[in-house]
């Protein structure tokens, strides 16, 4: 050897005043360089990021509960509560797929289960009527330890198999939910009414506040018969407690491990880290929290129904989560609102036009960089529209002669939109009126089509396959899909998941991550 | 200078260990000892089954036959998270940081083991939870003052994936030694490094046994740093042991040249 | 309870066959269905939540196909013929939607977490089925199979008391010939070794110089084909259809593939074969109200006991 191995000479102390060994000044400008959403939208989330989560919380729950008093619309105040028990369920759904990074498909049948054990437990069905806080606390207990018994035979180092054994578990709880009026131990014994099969279990006691006396404070008991008021106030409390609990373990020990879990749970696992304990914990944290959001579902409609606690409920939950970005506590919160905001509006054609052309206008005002392509999109579409609008109508007035849909059944062809669409989209005139909507068919299947096509092409053509790509999928929408909202809403949130798991599966306010190749 | 291990028990001792894959002995009927604060180097062509003990030893693999004790208790069979509590922590050989976690967490959280507190406790924040998350705390910020101002100040509050490959080395060896182990397993910790981090990896080396009091298993192939700061060498080929002693002895020993370089060239005419 | 009937003479003896063969030919389709899941993962280790959806889309191409050759009341070919237009039909629409599924849902996430494409694959399963319900209504359709020259396919072939219907004929032997085809296809030719490298260790094989962007679509295009040809024997069949299908057979043929031993083709078969016979045999002698129930639960047991399934491999994670 030339020089000895032991001893090499150290690098020569640069003259100048160059970066000190351990001050890395690239190192420290690192998070300029981490890849962040740029223009308008990467300001909007880098100041709702800024303020401290609590206080989006805080804001939301105030203005929750303030809803029922600024307004006596009885629906306002139903999708008030309702959304209130999304973001309940989707704050522990965030445990578990958030946190640690499992698939729990089954969290819908934790939901189910809880309601209907507190149906069973307060109701007439068995003539029980326990004390709400008994039967509460005795729901949340079972649930939990439903949890940990699901995630029992999944597999150390892999989530697939707890993924397989949840969805089998939603599918059994489905299945013995809706036939369970006849429940004759397979044939072992006399048919036995559990579940009340299709039709539910009906008459559950809403919740009752005992009467408090403590020192001066005296509080009289409640019954807590005024839905949905009085359940925006408790979903609201249970969202506040949750949250706070929640937000603590994050910070501990056992939150740290979840995501050392998520990261790599073999190193983990060699690190000290009880993998397998851990999967069943956040399983059964999440199925908690869907216990107790299951006792305030029972309570609240007083009854509970197989139909309710199905697959697509599970599908929904799981696109808000992702949506607003799995992990984050504010974002799942968000995503929560978004989507049954969402959800809601489209039940009405009138408003869902709305949505449908902000939604369009503003991803175009955002994705469309240069402002050249911008306008020629936009002025492509007016184009192609008029075009094909004369061109229709030249070839049969009965083409364009069809009204717009206003309402469940009403139709129209006045208004604002209505003479703008009617110029511009080819309306036939039996649209909504004739058997199947064939047309519309044809154009949905088109739309699929040309938006897969244009994932593929670059550059300048995309911007020009986008101007069909959009007048199809507005006419598609126009005279088919606007009027069958129970099937675009799920069609819509199937659509939510898999964009966002190409394109953004941190969600809007999750943390970008960074995965090894 | 070799410790003397024949007066007390081995911190660390595998008898017999065999492994099979298949109809592939990966492993076969593996014999040494490491004593308390001792330094073995553990080498051997590509394939030779180093990291194969390595993963027997922290409870990843399970030995067709045969034993493996620590401080003379039999950890064949327990699941390795149990392993690692017992007191043995090893290193990755391709890196396995919890990426997107920060410099300080990926060392908390590898305190997870050590501490108690219940899930209720910390939703709480009772005591026992506040009082254990400011140990954790201080005890990352010491584990990772070990190694200079390199993972220090700024630093801890850096996601994982932003340090430079040396520091990710060091980062993994900082976060094994978070969960208070008696015996280092350390899977090439020099791989990839130029020869200044290599000499500053084997200063660390030692400074582990001497200021830490670690045992040291170590697998590595850059001879200059087995030689430097091994008391013991072992040397493996196709699974079994070949050669034991110190460096000198090991490194002019015909088989293990024979395993390196293949057969003597004086054999061919 | 149905024990009732026991084995006492023929009567009982009957029962027993008949309810095997309903199990065994039943278990053929979930064993063609199971295939593309066993297969998805093998390659990807992706549970391919849409593939139910898949063979949905299936029994509805063969139910346009035979409606507009004409089926059941006014055929325009004879029964063979026709039946081969329709399978063909729907294997290639099957293939040509699997295809692009992963194409689209899955292709962009190979590098992504693993529970990304999971999730990917259940919203491309409620966007399949809700566009079934979109496009041809979410009430069930019938193939009508009984009307067709006096239910000539539900005629008996046999000896004496121990008779098969051909229908069940037809599906025992059309899943066996698409089974040998399969196995041929997998142990003999050069894409169905590259298959199984793939299936081992990806990054290996493409080092090889094995297309395995090609493999992945090869891989979905035989199990989708498969299931197409499942839906329309599970549409000659049961002669009902509906865009809900998918959960349900899917779901059996998944607990067939995870029984079997998830990866390995032989378990699929093995898996789908025992989910049908009891599902059938349950159905037949203890209840049908709670059959679904049983199949479940032994799932989950098994699972318990021996988490590989029958033929599954130890995976041996390389550390």
């Given at each position: 050897?030339?020089?000895?191995?032991?001893?090499?000479?150290?690098?020569?102390?640069?003259?100048?005043?160059?970066?000190?060994?351990?001050?890395?000044?690239?190192?420290?400008?690192?998070?300029?360089?981490?890849?962040?959403?740029?223009?308008?939208?990467?300001?909007?989330?880098?100041?709702?990021?800024?303020?401290?989560?609590?206080?989006?919380?805080?804001?939301?729950?105030?203005?929750?509960c303030v809803l029922p008093f600024v307004t006596s619309n009885g629906y306002v105040i139903g999708v008030d509560a309702d959304t209130l028990l999304y973001v309940l369920l989707a704050l522990g759904l965030n445990v578990a797929v958030g946190w640690a990074g499992l698939l729990d498909l089954g969290y819908i049948a934790y939901y189910g289960f809880a309601a209907y054990l507190f149906a069973e437990l307060s109701s007439g069905h068995y003539g029980l009527h326990w004390p709400t806080w008994q039967s509460v606390a005795v729901v949340i207990a079972a649930t939990i330890l439903l949890g940990f018994v699901l995630a029992l035979p999944?597999?150390?180092?892999?989530?697939?198999?707890?993924?397989?054994?949840?969805?089998?578990?939603?599918?059994?709880?489905?299945?013995?939910?809706?036939?369970?009026?006849?429940?004759?131990?397979?044939?072992?014994?006399?048919?036995?009414?559990?579940?009340?099969?299709?039709?539910?279990?009906?008459?559950?006691?809403?919740?009752?506040?005992?009467?408090?006396?403590?020192?001066?404070?005296?509080?009289?008991?409640?019954?807590?018969?005024?839905?949905?008021?009085?359940?925006?106030?408790?979903?609201?409390?249970?969202?506040?407690?949750?949250?706070?609990?929640?937000?603590?373990?994050?910070?501990?020990?056992?939150?740290?491990?979840?995501?050392?879990?998520?990261?790599d749970s073999l190193a983990a696992e060699a690190?000290?880290?009880?993998?397998?304990?851990?999967?069943?914990?956040?399983?059964?944290?999440?199925?908690?929290?869907?216990?107790?959001?299951?006792?305030?579902?029972?309570?609240?409609?007083?009854?509970?129904?197989?139909?309710?606690?199905?697959?697509?409920?599970?599908?929904?939950?799981?696109?808000?989560?992702?949506?607003?970005?799995?992990?984050?506590?504010?974002?799942?919160?968000?995503?929560?609102?978004?989507?049954?905001?969402?959800?809601?509006?489209?039940?009405?054609?009138?408003?869902?036009?709305?949505?449908?052309?902000?939604?369009?206008?503003?991803?175009?005002?955002?994705?469309?960089?240069?402002?050249?392509?911008?306008?020629?999109?936009?002025?492509?579409?007016?184009?192609?529209?008029?075009?094909?609008?004369e061109i229709a109508s030249a070839i049969s007035p009965r083409l364009v002669a069809g009204p717009i849909a206003e309402g469940p059944t009403s139709y129209s062809t006045h208004g604002f939109f209505a003479t703008l669409l009617r110029h511009w989209m080819i309306l036939p005139a039996h649209t909504y009126t004739g058997g199947d909507y064939k047309a519309g068919n044809y154009a949905f299947v088109a739309t699929i089509v040309l938006v897969l096509a244009l994932t593929l092409v670059k550059g300048w053509k995309r911007w020009v396959l986008l101007v069909p790509t959009i007048y199809v999928a507005a006419f598609a929408w126009e005279t088919d899909l606007i009027n069958q909202a129970p099937t675009v809403r799920p069609l819509l949130l199937g659509v939510i998941l898999i964009v966002l798991m190409a394109a953004r599966p941190a969600g809007l306010f999750g943390q970008h991550r960074v995965e090894v190749v | 200078m070799p410790h003397e291990t024949t007066q007390k028990r081995p911190m660390l001792e595998l008898r017999g260990l065999t492994v099979s894959f298949g109809g592939l002995t990966a492993v076969d009927k593996l014999d040494f000892q490491v004593g308390e604060k001792e330094i073995v180097s553990l080498i051997g062509p590509n394939g030779a089954g180093k990291t194969t003990v390595i993963n027997l030893i922290t409870g990843v693999t399970r030995p067709s036959s045969g034993d493996i004790l620590l401080a003379g208790e039999s950890i064949v069979g327990l699941a390795p998270h149990k392993i690692t509590q017992r007191g043995i922590a090893r290193t990755f050989q391709s890196l396995r940081l919890f990426l997107n976690m920060t410099v300080k967490e990926n060392v908390m959280a590898a305190q997870y083991g050590h501490t108690r507190a219940t899930i209720v406790e910390q939703m709480l924040q009772l005591p026992r939870a506040r009082r254990e998350q400011r140990q954790i705390d201080a005890f990352a910020e010491e584990k990772l003052a070990f190694f200079g101002e390199r993972l220090m100040g700024y630093r801890w509050n850096q996601p994982a994936y932003s340090l430079s490959y040396a520091n990710r080395r060091r980062l993994e060896i900082a976060r094994a030694t978070a969960t208070r182990p008696r015996v280092l397993l350390l899977d090439e910790p020099a791989a990839g490094m130029n020869p200044v981090e290599t000499h500053e990896i084997a200063e660390l080396i030692g400074k582990l046994r001497d200021e830490g009091g670690y045992t040291i298993l170590l697998i590595e192939h850059d001879m200059h740093v087995v030689e430097s700061i091994s008391d013991r060498v072992v040397a493996l080929d196709h699974g079994t042991k070949i050669a034991e002693g110190t460096f000198e002895q090991v490194a002019t020993d015909p088989r293990v040249v024979e395993a390196y370089l293949g057969t003597k060239a004086t054999t061919t005419k | 309870m149905h024990l009732v009937v026991g084995f006492n003479g023929w009567l009982g003896w009957q029962y027993f066959f008949s309810t095997l063969f309903t199990g065994l030919s039943s278990g053929s389709l979930y064993a063609l269905i199971a295939l593309g899941y066993t297969m998805v993962y093998g390659v990807l280790k992706l549970l391919n939540f849409a593939h139910g959806d898949v063979f949905m889309i299936g029994a509805y191409i063969g139910y346009f196909v035979l409606t507009a050759l004409g089926w059941p009341l006014k055929p325009i070919l004879p029964l063979a013929p026709m039946l081969l237009v329709a399978f063909a039909a729907a294997m290639l629409g099957c293939a040509l939607l699997g295809v692009t599924i992963e194409r689209f849902a899955y292709r962009p996430l190979r590098n992504a977490p693993r529970i990304a494409p999971l999730i990917s694959a259940l919203g491309v399963s409620f966007f399949l089925q809700q566009t079934a319900v979109l496009l041809w209504s979410p009430n069930p359709r019938s193939y009508n199979t009984f009307e067709y020259k006096d239910a000539q396919l539900f005629h008996f072939v046999g000896w004496g008391n121990f008779r098969l219907q051909y229908v069940q004929l037809l599906i025992m032997l059309s899943t066996a010939a698409?089974?040998?085809?399969?196995?041929?296809?997998?142990?003999?030719?050069?894409?169905?070794?590259?298959?199984?490298?793939?299936?081992?260790?990806?990054?290996?094989?493409?080092?090889?110089?094995?297309?395995?962007?090609?493999?992945?679509?090869?891989?979905?295009l035989i199990g989708s084909a498969l299931a197409?040809?499942?839906?329309?024997?599970?549409?000659?069949?049961?002669?009902?259809?509906?865009?809900?299908?998918?959960?349900?057979?899917?779901?059996?043929?998944?607990?067939?593939?995870?029984?079997?031993?998830?990866?390995?083709?032989?378990?699929?078969?093995?898996?789908?074969?025992?989910?049908?016979?009891?599902?059938?045999?349950?159905?037949?002698?203890?209840?049908?109200?709670?059959?679904?129930?049983?199949?479940?639960?032994?799932?989950?047991?098994?699972?318990?006991?021996?988490?590989?399934?029958?033929?599954?491999?130890?995976?041996?994670?390389?550390?």
């Open positions: 050897m030339d020089s000895d191995p032991k001893t090499p000479t150290p690098p020569a102390e640069p003259a100048t005043t160059s970066p000190r060994i351990g001050v890395d000044e690239w190192v420290k400008r690192s998070d300029e360089r981490t890849a962040g959403p740029r223009g308008l939208f990467g300001a909007t989330s880098r100041l709702i990021n800024g303020v401290p989560q609590v206080v989006w919380l805080v804001g939301f729950l105030a203005f929750a999944s597999r150390r180092l892999s989530g697939d198999y707890l993924a397989i054994v949840t969805l089998f578990f939603l599918q059994i709880f489905n299945n013995f939910t809706a036939q369970g009026q006849a429940w004759d131990w397979l044939g072992f014994g006399a048919p036995h009414d559990i579940t009340g099969g299709p039709t539910g279990i009906t008459n559950v006691d809403p919740f009752r506040t005992p009467h408090v006396h403590v020192w001066f404070i005296r509080i009289k008991a409640h019954v807590l018969d005024n839905a949905p008021t009085d359940y925006v106030w408790i979903a609201a409390a249970g969202i506040a407690v949750i949250a706070v609990l929640l937000g603590f373990v994050n910070r501990s020990r056992t939150g740290r491990a979840w995501r050392a879990l998520r990261e690190m000290g880290m009880p993998v397998k304990w851990l999967m069943m914990l956040a399983v059964a944290v999440g199925a908690g929290v869907a216990g107790f959001a299951g006792t305030v579902n029972a309570a609240y409609y007083q009854g509970v129904f197989p139909s309710a606690f199905t697959f697509p409920l599970l599908i929904t939950l799981y696109a808000m989560v992702i949506l607003g970005g799995a992990g984050s506590l504010g974002g799942v919160i968000f995503g929560a609102v978004v989507v049954n905001v969402l959800l809601e509006v489209l039940r009405t054609p009138y408003q869902a036009r709305w949505v449908f052309y902000a939604i369009i206008l503003v991803g175009l005002a955002v994705k469309l960089r240069p402002w050249r392509a911008l306008i020629a999109v936009f002025g492509g579409l007016l184009a192609l529209g008029v075009a094909a609008h | - | 698409l089974m040998i085809g399969l196995s041929y296809f997998v142990w003999r030719t050069r894409t169905g070794k590259a298959m199984r490298a793939v299936s081992v260790d990806p990054e290996a094989a493409s080092m090889m110089g094995i297309d395995v962007d090609r493999v992945i679509m090869v891989t979905f197409g040809a499942a839906g329309v024997m599970t549409g000659i069949v049961y002669s009902q259809i509906d865009p809900y299908m998918g959960l349900g057979y899917g779901l059996k043929a998944f607990i067939a593939a995870v029984v079997g031993g998830i990866g390995n083709i032989g378990g699929a078969v093995l898996g789908g074969l025992l989910i049908g016979l009891i599902e059938a045999f349950t159905g037949a002698y203890v209840t049908t109200a709670f059959s679904d129930l049983v199949v479940f639960s032994v799932l989950i047991v098994f699972l318990l006991f021996r988490s590989t399934g029958i033929r599954g491999a130890r995976i041996v994670q390389k550390v």
